[in-house]
T-cell receptor
Framework: GESVGLHLPTLSVQEGDNSIINCAYS??????FIWYKQESGKGPQFIID?????DKRQGQRVTVLLNKTVKHLSLQIAATQPGDSAVYFC????????????FGAGTRLAVHP | DTAVSQTPKYLVTQMGNDKSIKCEQN?????MYWYKQDSKKFLKIMFS???????INETVPNRFSPKSPDKAHLNLHINSLELGDSAVYFC?????????????FGPGTRLTVT
């Protein structure tokens, strides 16, 4: 079956450190992956995405890495700030299913001063 | 000028009642979604409409009935509410099936069934 999961349910980091949030997926047919950030009381907000023909994509302070061999996805946040505290979700999609997003369980990132 | 809006933000009701949640997007998108987020923060798709046509209907009790009067609106009606329906319901939209996969989410509606 389809599943997207996370290795760590909660991640605590010091302000200024780099954060790495991991995600495992099981559907080898997935060709698109996306990370969302959800702050308390708000809806998920797009962070960055990557297609399966890429291994790495960088944004502003964020990098997504995709390892298709082991079906692993990670989100790296550089110089983590208190405003980065939120729940982070990875999601996968494949073009054959109306591009339906299948979300992982979420990782809570807590940034301490 | 909120992109995806939902009403109400909070909804408290008793078991057995019927309630509706409304969603509107002003992004000009063709595709809209309803998601349910449970107490463990797990997000699961329920329905999707593309140009007012139902394209995704997950295993959801038939007490839940979506309706899309036009491309900009997707409403969710729930009959005979049960305790297990308590959750946060999110609406989302996307440009269209041929466009990017990124979905834009609304602020959510927290439904509490007592």
């Amino acid at each position: 079956g389809e599943s997207v999961g996370l290795h760590l349910p909660t991640l605590s980091v010091q302000e200024g450190d780099n954060s790495i949030i991991n995600c495992a997926y099981s559907n080898s047919a997935s060709d698109y992956f996306i990370w969302y950030k959800q702050e308390s009381g708000k809806g998920p907000q797009f962070i960055i995405d990557i297609r399966s023909n890429m291994d790495k994509r960088q944004g502003q302070r964020v990098t997504v890495l995709l390892n298709k061999t082991v079906k692993h996805l990670s989100l790296q946040i550089a110089a983590t700030q208190p405003g980065d505290s939120a729940v982070y979700f990875c999601a996968e999609a494949f073009s054959g299913g109306y591009n339906k997003l299948i979300f992982g369980a979420g990782t809570r990132l807590a940034v301490h001063p | 000028d909120t992109a995806v809006s939902q009403t109400p933000k909070y909804l408290v009701t008793q078991m057995g009642n019927d309630k509706s949640i409304k969603c509107e997007q002003n992004l000009g998108h063709d595709t809209m979604y309803w998601y349910k987020q449970d107490s463990k923060k797990f997000l699961k798709i329920m329905f999707s409409y593309n140009n007012k046509e139902l394209i995704i209907n997950e295993t959801v009790p038939n007490r839940f009935s979506p309706k899309s009067p036009d491309k900009a609106h997707l409403n969710l009606h729930i009959n005979s509410l049960e305790l297990g329906d308590s959750a946060v319901y999110f609406c989302a939209s996307r440009p269209g099936l041929a466009g990017g996969y990124e979905q834009y989410f609304g602020p959510g509606t927290r439904l509490t069934v007592t």
